[in-house]
């Protein structure tokens, strides 16, 4: 299911980015783009990186250009929409199993727990229930076997977006791209991809348990079929719900954690908190728009910008220094 949902959207909207340990081999005659030194690196040999950089820059344009402020990040909102539209596809499915096995089994199930026959006791409609509910299991289980992979897929995307943002608000304040090596990115998004695998298993695994619940009170009380199959249709809806709120939720923390790695890989300790500016942002966001935080001390009530449940701000990273330092 999760492989043809991948195959709908393979296509990026914008250019695959360098990870890990590539650094682009440039040299400074050769073009604008120059290696920083790796995060493990010490703080000499990070400003060093930047220096090559900013004399590079400044041995072809001098201070022309420089920004003290850089531009907002653009948030990987269609990198959410295109992984929640797999985790939908994946829901739909799973509704589709529900559907056809168990609910338009429902009336003849309620019939049996209403008649005696000889060759079968009117109890033994929870036993069948329980057979169409192990039946499910097994769907959820096949449904979601590609859950692990699905959540990789799209950290990997979320992280080249991040990325391609970040050299964009590095280039428009110094002038050069500076790549750093990012070793400790694999493992950020291996434990985003099996943290989200998790949730995604959990979304049919709830569906499931609720259902059984639903039918096995509503046929102990006798209510009808259709009154139950009604019941069980809207916690579909609540399943959809779900794998809407973990894309959005997921992609957007994922997103400010690299965006906190990468600013403080280069030295920068500071940040100006930038909010949505719309209707969706929440007072305790709002209040912070425009202010200044450190990365050492993230605001007690709300954390870092996407740490909070659903947050979509984004931290505009403090250069001053940088440029006062290396530039004179």
Not at 12 to 18: A, H, I, L, M, T
Not at 106 to 131: V, Y
């Amino acid at each position: 299911m999760f492989s043809k949902a991948r195959g709908s959207v393979r296509s990026r909207p914008y250019p695959r980015e360098k990870r890990q340990d590539e650094v682009a081999p440039v040299a400074p005659s050769a073009g604008r783009i120059l290696p920083s030194a790796a995060p493990s690196a010490t703080r000499a040999d990070r400003e060093e990186a930047f220096l090559r950089a900013l004399r590079h820059r400044q041995a072809t344009q001098g201070r022309r250009g420089l920004r003290r402020r850089p531009p907002k990040a653009i948030p990987p909102d269609s990198v959410e929409r295109e992984y929640a539209r797999a985790l939908l596809a994946m829901v739909q499915a799973f509704n589709d199993d529900v559907r056809r096995i168990l609910l338009d089994r429902l009336p003849s199930i309620g019939r049996e727990a209403d008649l005696a026959r000889p060759d079968r006791r009117a109890d033994d409609w929870p036993q069948q229930l329980q057979e169409l509910v192990a039946t499910l299991r097994v769907r959820a289980q096949q449904r979601t076997a590609e859950a692990e992979a699905t959540a990789r897929e799209y950290g990997e995307r979320t992280a080249d977006w991040n990325r391609a943002q970040w050299r964009r608000q590095i280039n428009s304040v110094l002038g050069v791209d500076v790549l750093a090596r990012e070793p400790w990115l694999t493992d950020q998004l291996q434990s985003f991809a099996a943290e989200n695998a998790a949730l995604i298993r959990s979304i049919p695994e709830q569906q499931l348990t609720q259902v059984e619940g639903i039918a096995q009170r509503g046929m102990r009380s006798g209510t009808r079929p259709e009154e139950i199959a009604h019941e069980i249709g809207q916690r579909f809806q609540v399943a959809e719900s779900r794998a809407r709120l973990i894309a959005r939720d997921q992609v957007a923390k994922l997103n400010g954690q690299l965006t906190e790695l990468r600013q403080t890989n280069i030295g920068v300790t500071e940040y100006i908190w930038s909010t949505s500016r719309d209707e969706r942002v929440r007072p305790s966001h709002a209040a912070k728009e425009g202010k200044k935080f450190r990365w050492d001390d993230p605001p007690a009530d709300t954390g870092h910008p996407g740490e909070d449940y659903q947050c979509r701000c984004t931290a505009l990273p403090v250069l001053d220094d940088v440029i006062d330092e290396f530039t004179g």
